[in-house]
């Protein structure tokens, strides 16, 4: 028994879509070769434009009665160029959102205290646990202050001589609710040569800072629970 013909139409779209898919992927791929980030309302610029370029290239794919004929090429061709334009302006953007969740300069030293949610299941090792939390509320003394939504804490055990460290707590789950005092800092990994780049990763987890909890002896905000 012959296997049935393929329908010539259905091969013509087959390899449209494939090279629509590749025009999106290329321009995705462009924006990750770039050495610096553009301001953010450029990515826009870029992603009206390309919407704006759909429209003619829907109308250029309508078909026209015989024997009206319009080339389908460029109707394809406009079609790819906006779909790379719009891949490679949705990734800007998204990039540009993560860049601006950086932690403030100004927050770097200071204790926080920081109401949130243990977003991973803690990690636990022979220095203490370390934990991925989401941020609800941030405060420095009495006033309100602007943290990045994620973070990379760390509760260890006699961190230091001058800062008596309580042991994570051993109700420390994921989902819960916590207010922790916090000591915070911009993400910096170690740049060993073919190492692992810590640093990429927290960027591709959202964690735009890490730090560690701080349960100094006499502190007047102590690590606690929050009731869900």
């Known amino acids: 028994m012959s296997a049935p013909a393929l329908d010539p139409r259905a091969q013509g779209t087959g390899w ?64 790819m160029t906006a779909l790379a334009l719009l891949g490679f302006g949705s990734t800007g953007l998204r990039a540009d ?13 200071p204790v926080l205290v920081l109401t949130g949610v243990v977003a991973t299941m803690p990690q636990i090792g022979p220095s203490g ?14 006033q309100p202050v602007a943290v990045p939504p994620r973070i990379a804490l760390g509760w260890y055990r006699g961190f230091n001589d001058d800062d008596t460290l309580a042991d994570p707590s051993a109700e420390l789950r994921a989902g819960q609710r916590w207010r922790l005092p916090v000591k915070l800092k911009q993400p910096h990994g170690a740049l060993n040569p073919d190492g692992f780049d810590v640093e990429l990763w927290w960027w591709e987890q ?23």
């Open 16 to 79: 449209r879509i494939a090279l629509l898919g590749l025009a999106w992927l290329g321009g995705v791929a462009g924006q990750l070769q770039q050495a610096a980030l553009w301001p953010g309302w450029h990515y826009g610029m870029t992603c009206v434009v390309a919407l704006a370029m759909l429209v003619p290239a829907g109308w250029l794919a309508r078909p026209l009665p015989a024997p009206a004929r319009r080339p389908r090429w460029l109707a394809l061709l406009l079609l």
């Open 97 to 109: 959102a993560r860049l601006r969740q950086r932690l403030d300069p100004a927050l770097e030293g």
């Open 129 to 142: 646990t370390r934990l991925q939390f989401e941020v609800e509320s941030a405060l420095r003394g009495a």
């Open 206 to 228: 959202g964690l735009r800072a890490t730090g560690y909890v701080r349960v100094a002896a006499g502190a007047p905000t102590a690590a606690a629970p929050v009731g869900m």
